[in-house]
């Protein structure tokens, strides 16, 4: 992994199916980046215009300091793959593995060498005789990656090759994604619809929202300080309420109050925090040190409680407003009472994050 942008994407412009398409940013060399953001937000068309398979209005792409706007697609050192894997249904999958290393005639023992080797990176081992037709969905996407990886790319490009397999696949493959990116240094953005997918893998989250980049960042940072309320809500469950709230939920010692400075913008001021940093309790007493300034919702009254596996979801209404809290056990009664510490707390005007 490398300071140095490998990749650079200056001053995109792009007109996609009636969407205006706005980006700027680079990628430094070896990183693997997740592209995230709802249906119709830009993200396949961000990666074609990478590949060359579109070509923007305005703007420049540089890969290795070289303008690359202008080339065809054959002509970048660019592997893109749909997520419909485009393998060659009347090749068998040495076949497909072969054919970047045959367009540029490289000599037959050095393809079948390459081609062995990727089919064992990829635990393909058996399936070296078979056609498109008789593989599964992840076999499918094995090929695919390989062939990519064949053409020696200076970028891999990925576009939700992961949608079409159930739970258990995915998990598996986007760490196999992971290992390979790591192994082969090979710098690659990642198309996903899956926050989990983006936060478990990646090493910069780039979210778009309605062609432009709405938050761009390390994992952690995309989903732990969000810039915006838009950008908090799409990378996972969050608690916002109105500012004026804490008149009504602070807990604070004598000593501590006028430490706590009570100052509302309007009422676009909203406090954020997330469900899992809510300490809970199914009576008014919360285990929750007194002398840690906090919001306590008292007694409110629990509406839905799903179950998702290691914790449940408990949706609950106090004065009115929804609030979100995760529990390791589910609750014994109708009400929770649940805190949330000042320090877990962001605050956001206008949709936009304040920073302090």
Same mark, same amino acid.
């Given at each position: 992994?490398?300071?140095?942008?490998?990749?650079?994407?200056?001053?995109?412009?792009?007109?996609?199916?009636?969407?205006?398409?706005?980006?700027?940013?680079?990628?430094?060399?070896?990183?693997?980046?997740?592209?995230?953001?709802?249906?119709?937000?830009?993200?396949?068309?961000?990666?074609?215009?990478?590949?060359?398979?579109?070509?923007?209005?305005?703007?420049?792409?540089?890969?290795?300091?070289?303008?690359?706007?202008?080339?065809?697609?054959?002509?970048?050192?660019?592997?893109?793959?749909?997520?419909?894997?485009?393998?060659?249904?009347?090749?068998?999958?040495?076949?497909?593995?072969?054919?970047?290393?045959?367009?540029?005639?490289?000599?037959?023992?050095?393809? #079948?060498? $390459?081609?062995?080797? +990727?089919?064992?990176?990829?635990? !393909?081992? &058996?399936? @070296?005789? =078979?056609?498109?037709?008789? %593989?599964?969905?992840?076999?499918?996407?094995?090929?695919?990656?390989?062939?990519?990886? #064949?053409? $020696?790319?200076?970028? +891999?490009?990925?576009?939700?090759? !992961?949608? &079409?397999? @159930?739970? =258990?696949?995915?998990?598996? %493959?986007?760490?196999?994604?992971?290992?390979?990116?790591?192994?082969?240094?090979?710098?690659?953005?990642?198309?996903?619809?899956?926050?989990?997918?983006?936060?478990?893998?990646?090493?910069?989250?780039?979210?778009?929202?309605?062609?432009?980049?709405?938050?761009?960042?390390?994992?952690?940072?995309?989903?732990?300080?969000?810039?915006?309320?838009?950008?908090?809500?799409?990378?996972?469950?969050?608690?916002?309420?109105?500012?004026?709230?804490?008149?009504?939920?602070?807990?604070?010692?004598?000593?501590?109050?006028?430490?706590?400075?009570?100052?509302?913008?309007?009422?676009?001021?909203?406090?954020?925090?997330?469900?899992?940093?809510?300490?809970?309790?199914?009576?008014?007493?919360?285990?929750?040190?007194?002398?840690?300034?906090?919001?306590?919702?008292?007694?409110?009254?629990?509406?839905?409680?799903?179950?998702?596996?290691?914790?449940?979801?408990?949706?609950?209404?106090?004065?009115?407003?929804?609030?979100?809290?995760?529990?390791?056990?589910?609750?014994?009664?109708?009400?929770?009472?649940?805190?949330?510490?000042?320090?877990?707390?962001?605050?956001?005007?206008?949709?936009?994050?304040?920073?302090?």
């Amino acid at each position: 992994m490398s300071d140095k942008p490998l990749l650079i994407c200056e001053n995109i412009k792009k007109t996609c199916s009636k969407l205006n398409l706005e980006f700027d940013f680079s990628v430094s060399e070896g990183d693997l980046v997740s592209v995230i953001g709802p249906s119709g937000s830009g993200r396949t068309c961000l990666l074609k215009l990478i590949a060359g398979l579109e070509r923007p209005d305005k703007g420049s792409i540089l890969i290795r300091d070289t303008n690359v706007t202008g080339l065809d697609p054959e002509k970048r050192k660019v592997a893109y793959i749909p997520a419909s894997y485009a393998l060659f249904p009347n090749m068998t999958v040495e076949q497909n593995i072969g054919y970047p290393m045959r367009t540029k005639k490289l000599p037959k023992d050095e393809i #079948a060498a $390459q081609t062995r080797n +990727l089919v064992d990176l990829l635990h !393909l081992e &058996g399936n @070296d005789k =078979k056609r498109p037709s008789e %593989l599964s969905a992840s076999e499918k996407y094995k090929v695919a990656l390989a062939r990519a990886l #064949a053409s $020696q790319p200076d970028i +891999l490009l990925l576009d939700e090759i !992961l949608s &079409g397999l @159930d739970s =258990k696949e995915r998990h598996a %493959l986007r760490n196999q994604i992971r290992e390979i990116q790591k192994t082969t240094g090979t710098t690659t953005l990642f198309v996903t619809n899956s926050q989990e997918e983006a936060l478990s893998i990646s090493d910069r989250i780039i979210l778009l929202n309605e062609g432009h980049i709405e938050q761009s960042g390390a994992p952690e940072e995309v989903y732990r300080r969000p810039v915006s309320e838009f950008s908090a809500r799409f990378m996972g469950e969050c608690n916002i309420l109105p500012y004026d709230i804490i008149l009504k939920t602070l807990r604070v010692p004598e000593t501590e109050r006028s430490k706590v400075i009570y100052q509302c913008y309007g009422p676009e001021h909203r406090l954020l925090f997330r469900p899992e940093d809510m300490v809970v309790n199914d009576m008014p007493g919360l285990p929750f040190p007194e002398f840690f300034p906090h919001l306590r919702f008292e007694n409110a009254r629990i509406t839905r409680v799903e179950y998702i596996g290691k914790e449940y979801l408990v949706t609950a209404v106090y004065d009115d407003l929804v609030i979100k809290v995760y529990t390791v056990y589910k609750p014994a009664s109708d009400c929770i009472t649940a805190g949330i510490r000042m320090t877990k707390i962001l605050e956001f005007n206008d949709g936009r994050l304040i920073r302090h």
